[in-house]
C-alpha cells in the first residue's frame, strides 16, 4: 500500500463531522479530514479513538449525510496512525460534486484537476450495477474476481479490497447475468480497501455493442405518450392564465397543482378566451 500512495488521486482533505461509538462502548464526535475520495469510500485522517473494523459510523459533509462501515484501520504504530478506510453503506455519494473518477490528464483546464473527470461524468451516465469482474494484469496470466459497483460505457467501478496502482494495465471480463463483456482498461483512482476506477481503453469483438445493450437496460425508461401541457407563450396568453388564475382565488383560498395544469391545458385547448387587455398586477389604493 504505500509504494502506492504517490499514485493515488489524492484531492486535498474534506472537512467532514464523524460519530459512532469507539471501540469501548463510548459515543464520539469529531472533526476531520476525508482523502482519497470515491463514490464508495474515503480514507479519514486523525480519528480520534480506536474502533473495530465492521463498526458503522456516521459522516456529515457540508449538508450531505451518509452511513459508512470501518474496513481499515492503519497500524496505531505506524506514519499512518489515526488513519481509517470506510465505506458507504448507503445508495448516495456525499460528496459527489468533488469526486471524480477517470482520468484528469484529459483537462483542459489545469487550474481545475477535476473538470476533465466532470465532463466525462456528463458523457457518460453510471449505473449501479450487480455482477462480477474477472480482473488480470495485461501481462499477467493470474486473475481475481471482485465485485462490480458501477458501469458505464466510459468504464466501471470495481469493489476489491486490493485496488491496483492508478495507471495499472488490465483485462477485465465483466459479468453480468449472461452478458461477458470483454475489454481491456487503465485505473484511473484507487482506494485501499475499498476500490478501484477503470477506463476502458479497447473492446474485444462485440462486447461494445454488448455493453449498449446492458446500459439501455439499465437506463431509466423514457416517458411516454403526449407531452404534458406547458406554459404559453404569448402575452395574451400569459395574462389569459394570470386572469383564470386571480379567477379561482375569487372563489378559493387554495390552488392545488393538479387545478393549475387544468388551467393551463384548458387555455392550450382554447376552452378559457383570452384575455383582451392586460391583468393588471398593482394593488387596489
Known sequence: MDARTEQRLEIEGLPVKVW?????GRPFVANL??????????????????IAIGEIIAVQYGSQKG?????????PSSERAG????????????WEAELAYFSLESSSDTSDPLAG???????????????NVQVSRAESANHLWAKLGDLSLGGCYIDTPVPEAVGSKLRLVVQIQENKISA??????????????????SFESGSRELLKQVIDRLSPPKL???????????MSSVNTLLGAVRDHFEGHNVL?????????????????????????????A
Open 20 to 24: 459512532g461509538m469507539s471501540a469501548d
Open 33 to 50: 479530514l476525508a482523502h482519497e475520495i470515491s463514490y464508495r469510500g474515503a480514507r479519514l485522517d486523525g480519528f480520534p479513538c480506536k
Open 67 to 75: 452511513r459508512f462501515r470501518v474496513v481499515w484501520i492503519a497500524d
Open 83 to 94: 488513519q481509517v478506510g470506510i465505506r458507504s453503506i448507503d445508495d448516495s455519494c456525499i
Open 117 to 131: 473527470a466532470r465532463r466525462d461524468r456528463r458523457q457518460y451516465p453510471r449505473f449501479r450495477c450487480l455482477g
Open 184 to 201: 481491456t482498461g487503465e485505473v484511473r483512482t484507487c482506494v485501499p480497501a475499498l476500490g478501484m476506477g477503470v477506463q476502458f481503453t
Open 224 to 234: 411516454a405518450g403526449r407531452p404534458q401541457a406547458t406554459l404559453p407563450e404569448t
Open 256 to 284: 392545488t397543482s393538479q387545478e393549475f395544469e387544468d388551467i393551463v391545458k384548458a387555455i392550450g385547448e382554447k376552452k378559457i378566451a383570452p384575455q383582451t387587455t392586460p391583468v393588471s398586477t398593482a394593488k387596489p
